[in-house]
């Protein structure tokens, strides 16, 4: 075996892995190895947001500083025991795809060796009896700064939809420049789903025009924040919670108390949301998974403080 190549078993699974030492944030020196290590320790919480939702994965084999590409369907070289989905086309303009599914710790494992630093959702999981793609199991708003912007307007335009919205709201980090809000549904097509949250997207917007704005046109994004409510399609996926960024450090999308976005939004200081790998996995240890009654199903409803 070549010296570059390392054999071990995950869980069960032999894995070859690879090219340890090769940089992926040259800013940071922040490995290979560091990457793989920071998803065998994050994967106990990240699994269960990804089990059974088809996966997109960003890859870039050279490092953030190298070319990347998103990969949807599963390379030829994936291993048997990786679970697939087969997703067809929505309107038949192109043969369905065979997408990975990330259920377990050797498969993310798998993915991340292959440079995948980022893994992508979207907001429908495959279940028993349901069409696939499935109607939509969550509702995200991805709220996009523009140029004049930060994240701390993010978080101010976060509260004022949570206030809208009777249910329970789970906010993370985009790991990029945003902030994305989340919450459960039940028994919604999507046509309602996207309805709804754009019928949010658009009052929010009324209410304070000076700061919002609901259409994607760029000329329309000077000194403001989008509220993307267009990612409630069964076609669209967001960055995965506890997924790496492809940005110059190992960011990281990341869970975020409502407590924390009312302080980002009081001091305006958008460094209380910039979140590393370790400061995750340190996270983790003290408080836990934020969002995990989202992917539990569960109906504890997340206090706002």
Not at 55 to 66: A, E, I, S, Y
Not at 118 to 134: C, D, N, Q, S, Y
Not at 186 to 213: G, K, P
Request: hydrophobic content about 35%.
């Amino acid at each position: 075996m070549s010296p570059e190549r390392v054999q071990t078993t995950v869980d069960g699974r032999s894995l070859s892995l690879s090219n340890l030492d090769k940089v992926m944030y040259p800013r940071s020196g922040f490995t290979k190895r560091h990457v793989l290590d920071y998803y065998a320790r994050i994967a106990d919480v990240m699994l269960p947001h990804l089990r059974n939702r088809p996966t997109t994965f960003k890859r870039f084999p050279n490092g953030v500083d190298g070319m990347s590409f998103y990969q949807k369907h599963s390379p030829a070289s994936t291993p048997e025991w990786v679970r697939t989905i087969r997703v067809p086309s929505k309107d038949g303009s192109h043969d369905p795809i065979d997408y990975a599914v990330v259920g377990d710790r050797p498969t993310l494992l798998w993915a991340a060796n292959l440079a995948a630093l980022e893994f992508h959702v979207p907001l429908w999981r495959v279940t028993k009896g349901k069409t696939i793609p499935a109607p939509p199991d969550q509702m995200v708003f991805d709220l996009d700064p523009g140029p004049g912007t930060t994240i701390v307007e993010c978080c101010e335009i976060a509260q004022w939809i949570s206030d809208r919205w009777k249910g329970e709201v789970f906010a993370k980090t985009s790991g990029s420049k945003g902030l994305q809000l989340y919450t459960r549904l039940a028994r919604r097509t999507w046509e309602q789903s996207t309805e709804e949250a754009h019928e949010i997207a658009r009052a929010v917007e009324t209410d304070h025009s000076d700061l919002v704005v609901s259409v994607m046109r760029k000329n329309l994004r000077e000194n403001k924040v989008l509220i993307d409510w267009s990612q409630n399609s069964p076609s669209k996926t967001t960055v995965a919670v506890y997924s790496l960024r492809g940005r110059d450090e190992p960011t990281v999308s990341t869970p975020v108390t409502w407590a924390e976005v009312s302080k980002c939004a009081k001091r305006r200081d958008p460094d209380l949301m910039h979140f590393e790998a370790d400061d995750v996995l340190r996270r983790i240890e003290k408080i836990g998974d934020l969002m995990a009654p989202l992917a539990s199903g569960s109906n504890q409803k997340m206090a706002k403080k």
